[in-house]
């Protein structure tokens, strides 16, 4: 089942902070977040794990709620490289960890 | 290489032509995946190989689609009798060993078929 993403498109000011959510009608085991720019190729962010753990990496960091089989990617104080589309990947169980469900994205477009 | 490669970048293929896509993964990386990409939407996974076992191919629409990794390095996509539905960018992914489970990704081929 394909995890849903919302919302499916943010417009923000430089600074402003932003909250992506992916949920899932099935049980986690993970969750895997990639931005993509216009014509390039998604780049990883972050991975999460059942445990509802929480990282972060640099201003961007998600949690993982694995009752609510939901992730949230935050994004604090907003710069202008963080536009583009925000996608998650999902899997049921360690033995498809690599083997993701991608959501259909959330762009996101970050103005000066 | 530094990164996963991909070629070509553009393909442009008549209705019913047969084409070749190549992905040159990172090198040591075991995982290799190939996805679909539609405009505006998500990565759709196709096929996974590890090394040169293809462990999974549930996600290739039809029999026209065939990938292989003879070596467990350089993969080929290969569709035949392309139809206009098979317009996409295809990615290919690399992931190395153990616990590492980024996936590093190509640039992408973005097939037309006209």
């Known amino acids: 089942q394909q995890p849903v993403q919302s919302p499916q498109a943010v417009i923000l000011r430089e600074g402003e902070d932003a909250v992506i959510n992916c949920s899932s009608s099935?049980?986690?085991?993970?969750v895997h977040w990639y931005r993509q720019k216009h014509g390039e190729a998604p780049v990883f962010l972050m991975i999460?794990?059942?445990g509802g753990e929480q990282k972060g990496h640099d201003k961007i960091s998600a949690s993982f709620n694995e009752k609510k089989q939901q992730s949230s990617l935050y994004l604090t104080a907003s710069q202008l490289s963080y536009s583009g589309t925000y996608f998650c990947?999902?899997?049921?169980?360690?033995?498809?960890?690599?083997?993701?469900?991608w959501g259909l994205g959330t762009s996101l477009a970050v103005n000066p | 290489g530094a990164g996963v490669s991909q070629s070509p970048r553009y393909k442009v293929a008549k209705r019913g032509q047969d084409v070749a896509l190549r992905c040159d993964p990172i090198?040591?990386?075991?995982?290799l995946f190939w996805y679909q990409q539609a405009l505006g939407q998500g990565p759709e996974f196709l096929t996974y190989?590890?090394?040169?076992?293809?462990?999974?191919k549930s996600g290739l629409p039809s029999d026209r689609f065939f990938a292989e990794r003879p070596e467990g390095s350089v993969s080929t996509l290969k569709i035949q009798r392309t139809q206009q539905e098979d317009s996409a960018v295809y990615l290919c992914?690399?992931?190395?060993?153990?616990?590492?489970?980024?996936?590093?990704f190509g640039p992408g081929t973005r097939l037309t078929v006209t």
């Open positions: 992914a690399t992931a190395g060993r153990g616990g590492s489970y980024e996936q590093y």
């Open positions: 099935k049980a986690l085991y993970s």
């Open positions: 999460l794990l059942k």
């Open positions: 090198s040591g990386h075991v995982s």
């Open positions: 190989f590890q090394n040169e076992a293809q462990l999974d």
């Open positions: 990947g999902t899997a049921d169980n360690a033995g498809n960890n690599r083997k993701l469900i």
